[in-house]
Nanobody
């Protein structure tokens, strides 16, 4: 059974940085579309970074230029988050899928449990 486990979340002040990591068993990242998603209380889930099998990345305007997704190894996905803002506070999820590769997340088959990021002003 595929398991994705996120780490690296925590409290940070506005303007600071965090790096999230996602490790997997029984899954080779190069064969999947990978992504990071987040959900804040009372809000819908949103995609914050996608990396396709060919390495192409995509970000929404809200994080473009601040967040960077990359595959640190064949089984470790990372998200470097810089210049964090209070509105970035959310539970961040790692996901993998072999379907549609987009920020909606509809093509993702596997999801982690999430890691909390809290940005204070």
């Amino acid at each position: 059974q595929v398991q994705l486990v996120e780490s690296g979340g925590g409290p940070v002040q506005a303007g600071g940085s965090l790096r999230l990591s996602c490790t997997a068993n029984r899954l080779t990242y190069s064969m999947y579309c990978m992504g990071w998603f987040r959900q804040a209380p009372g809000k819908e889930r949103e995609g914050v970074a996608i990396i396709a099998r060919d390495g192409t990345t995509n970000y929404p305007d809200s994080v473009n230029g601040r967040f960077t997704i990359y595959k640190a190894s064949t089984t470790t996905l990372s998200l470097q988050m810089n210049s964090l803002k209070p509105e970035d506070t959310a539970l961040y999820y790692c996901a993998a899928g072999d379907g549609y590769c987009g920020l909606t997340g509809q093509g993702m088959n596997y999801w982690g449990q999430g890691t909390q990021v809290s940005v204070s002003s």
